[in-house]
C-alpha cells in the first residue's frame, strides 16, 4: 500500500470485510519480516461496547489477527490504556478482548501498567509508555468519531492511549492539539485500520451512533484523518493537530493528492456531520471549561443533554467550572474532583454523566425552590 492510499470497504460481514480489506491492502507485505514484533492499537477509551459508537468493533480485531496468523505473522501483542476515569483491565472485559486474546493467542499490554520514558518530539518533550516503543509494526485501529474537544478523533489522537495517565491530564493542560500533534513524531503509526462502522459523530464516548457499515485502511495517519475530517464534513484546518502533523512532516493532509479505492457498495450516501457538533457547542455553552480530561468533559455534555430534554437548562444561568485549572480555586458551581472547593460540585474523578445530571437538577431545584432543600 502506497503512502498516498485511501481503501474503504462496505458491507456488514465485518471480520470478512477486515480480510478482504486488508488483502486488498497487502499488509503482509509491508511488514519487514515474520519475527517483527506488531503491536494493534485498539481505540477501548472505556466500559462502552462497539455498537454504541465510541470503541473499535472486536470483529474488526479479530479478523486483523487471524489475517496476520494466516500469512505466518505470530509475534503479535494488542497495547490500550484506558482513558482517565476508568481501568483498561476492566475496560478490555466489558469490550471482550479479554475473550479474543484467548481464542488467538494473543497477550494484551495494559498501558495503564507500563513504564514510561521521556521522548523529544520536535520541541516537546513527551512522556510516551516504554513498551509502546518496543513495537516494530505499529497497526492502529481508531474509531472515526466526532469528539467535543478537538472536533474529530481517528489515527493521530487515538494515540494517546499509549501514554500514561499523568501525561493524558497534562495534553489537556496544554490544550490538546499541539501534543497530539507532537506524538506523531514520537508513535510511528505504519498501518491504519479505521473502524467507521457506526461511530458516533457527536460525542467521544458514544451514544448516538451512526450506522455506515464502512471500513477505512491507510499508511499515513495524516491524511487519513483528513479524509475523515471530508467525511464528517468538517474542515481540516479546524482540526489544528492534523495541521500541525502535516507540518512536523508525519504525512500530507492534502486529499487532492491521495488516491481513493472503494470496495463494496454504499447503502446510502455518506452522512455527514448533522449539525451535531453545533448542538455540542451550544451546550458547552453552560461551561467554563480549563484544562478539562476528555473523560470529565465527554461525561458533562451528555447530563447537560439530559437536562435540555427535561427543560430545566435554560434555568442554569450559572457557568458549570469544569478542568485541572480550577484545582485550589473557589467557586460557585463545579463538577469533578478539581472543582472539591466550590460551594456546589460533585465529586469525582471523573463523576458520570449520570451522577452529573442529578447533582445539576438537584442544584436548580434548590435555587428555585430554596424551601425544598
Given at each position: 500500500?502506497?503512502?498516498?492510499?485511501?481503501?474503504?470497504?462496505?458491507?456488514?460481514?465485518?471480520?470478512?470485510?477486515?480480510?478482504?480489506?486488508?488483502?486488498?491492502?497487502?499488509?503482509?507485505?509491508?511488514?519487514?519480516?515474520?519475527?517483527?514484533?506488531?503491536?494493534?492499537?485498539?481505540?477501548?477509551?472505556?466500559?462502552?461496547?462497539?455498537?454504541?459508537?465510541?470503541?473499535?468493533?472486536?470483529?474488526?480485531?479479530?479478523?486483523?489477527?487471524?489475517?496476520?496468523?494466516?500469512?505466518?505473522?505470530?509475534?503479535?501483542?494488542?497495547?490500550?490504556?484506558?482513558?482517565?476515569?476508568?481501568?483498561?483491565e476492566?475496560?478490555?472485559?466489558?469490550c471482550?478482548?479479554?475473550?479474543?486474546?484467548?481464542?488467538?493467542?494473543?497477550?494484551?499490554w495494559?498501558?495503564?501498567?507500563?513504564?514510561?520514558?521521556?521522548?523529544?518530539?520536535?520541541?516537546?518533550?513527551?512522556?510516551?509508555?516504554?513498551?509502546?516503543?518496543?513495537?516494530?509494526?505499529?497497526?492502529?485501529?481508531?474509531?472515526?468519531?466526532?469528539?467535543?474537544q478537538?472536533?474529530?478523533?481517528?489515527?493521530?489522537?487515538?494515540?494517546?492511549?499509549l501514554?500514561?495517565?499523568?501525561?493524558?491530564?497534562?495534553?489537556?493542560?496544554?490544550?490538546?492539539?499541539?501534543?497530539?500533534?507532537?506524538?506523531?513524531?514520537?508513535?510511528?503509526?505504519?498501518?491504519?485500520?479505521?473502524?467507521?462502522?457506526?461511530?458516533?459523530?457527536?460525542?467521544?464516548?458514544?451514544?448516538?451512533?451512526?450506522?455506515?457499515?464502512?471500513?477505512?485502511?491507510?499508511a499515513?495517519?495524516?491524511?487519513?484523518?483528513?479524509?475523515?475530517?471530508?467525511?464528517?464534513?468538517?474542515?481540516?484546518?479546524?482540526?489544528?493537530?492534523?495541521?500541525?502533523?502535516?507540518?512536523?512532516?508525519?504525512?500530507?493532509?492534502?486529499?487532492?493528492?491521495?488516491?481513493?479505492?472503494?470496495?463494496?457498495?454504499?447503502?446510502?450516501?455518506?452522512?455527514?456531520?448533522?449539525?451535531?457538533?453545533?448542538?455540542?457547542?451550544?451546550?458547552?455553552?453552560?461551561?467554563?471549561?480549563?484544562?478539562?480530561?476528555?473523560?470529565?468533559?465527554?461525561y458533562?455534555?451528555?447530563?447537560?443533554?439530559?437536562?435540555?430534554?427535561?427543560?430545566?437548562?435554560?434555568?442554569?444561568?450559572?457557568?458549570?467550572c469544569?478542568?485541572?485549572?480550577?484545582?485550589?480555586?473557589?467557586?460557585e458551581?463545579g463538577?469533578?474532583n478539581?472543582?472539591?472547593?466550590?460551594?456546589?460540585?460533585?465529586?469525582?474523578?471523573?463523576?458520570?454523566?449520570?451522577?452529573m445530571?442529578?447533582?445539576?437538577?438537584?442544584?436548580?431545584?434548590?435555587?428555585?425552590?430554596?424551601?425544598?432543600k
Amino acid at each position: 500500500m502506497e503512502k498516498n492510499e485511501i481503501i474503504l470497504i462496505y458491507g456488514k460481514q465485518y471480520k470478512d470485510m477486515t480480510r478482504e480489506l486488508l488483502a486488498q491492502a497487502s499488509l503482509a507485505s509491508m511488514i519487514p519480516s515474520k519475527d517483527t514484533l506488531i503491536g494493534i492499537k485498539p481505540n477501548l477509551l472505556g466500559q462502552v461496547l462497539a455498537k454504541e459508537g465510541a470503541t473499535t468493533h472486536p470483529e474488526v480485531v479479530a479478523g486483523l489477527i487471524e489475517y496476520l496468523q494466516e500469512n505466518g505473522f505470530q509475534n503479535i501483542v494488542i497495547l490500550e490504556g484506558s482513558w482517565v476515569g476508568d481501568t483498561t483491565e476492566e475496560t478490555i472485559k466489558y469490550c471482550g478482548y479479554d475473550r479474543i486474546c484467548e481464542t488467538y493467542g494473543v497477550p494484551f499490554w495494559d498501558m495503564q501498567k507500563d513504564a514510561y520514558e521521556e521522548v523529544e518530539c520536535s520541541g516537546l518533550r513527551l512522556n510516551i509508555c516504554k513498551h509502546a516503543r518496543e513495537i516494530e509494526f505499529l497497526i492502529n485501529v481508531p474509531v472515526l468519531k466526532g469528539h467535543c474537544q478537538t472536533r474529530i478523533t481517528c489515527a493521530l489522537k487515538n494515540m494517546k492511549g499509549l501514554i500514561p495517565n499523568s501525561e493524558k491530564r497534562r495534553f489537556h493542560r496544554m490544550g490538546l492539539h499541539d501534543p497530539i500533534g507532537h506524538l506523531s513524531l514520537g508513535l510511528h503509526q505504519n498501518f491504519i485500520l479505521v473502524d467507521s462502522i457506526c461511530g458516533d459523530l457527536t460525542f467521544e464516548d458514544g451514544g448516538n451512533p451512526v450506522e455506515q457499515n464502512r471500513l477505512m485502511a491507510a499508511a499515513d495517519p495524516v491524511l487519513c484523518d483528513a479524509y475523515g475530517c471530508y467525511l464528517l464534513g468538517i474542515p481540516v484546518d479546524s482540526v489544528p493537530y492534523i495541521t500541525t502533523a502535516a507540518g512536523l512532516g508525519v504525512g500530507c493532509c492534502d486529499l487532492s493528492e491521495a488516491k481513493i479505492t472503494v470496495l463494496g457498495e454504499r447503502e446510502r450516501h455518506v452522512e455527514r456531520e448533522r449539525g451535531g457538533y453545533r448542538h455540542v457547542m451550544k451546550l458547552a455553552e453552560k461551561a467554563e471549561e480549563v484544562d478539562s480530561c476528555s473523560a470529565c468533559y465527554a461525561y458533562l455534555i451528555p447530563a447537560l443533554l439530559m437536562l435540555e430534554e427535561d427543560g430545566l437548562l435554560e434555568q442554569l444561568e450559572e457557568k458549570i467550572c469544569i478542568g485541572q485549572g480550577y484545582r485550589g480555586k473557589t467557586g460557585e458551581l463545579g463538577v469533578g474532583n478539581c472543582t472539591k472547593r466550590f460551594q456546589h460540585t460533585v465529586a469525582g474523578c471523573p463523576p458520570t454523566e449520570t451522577q452529573m445530571y442529578e447533582f445539576l437538577k438537584r442544584y436548580l431545584q434548590e435555587k428555585t425552590f430554596p424551601d425544598s432543600k
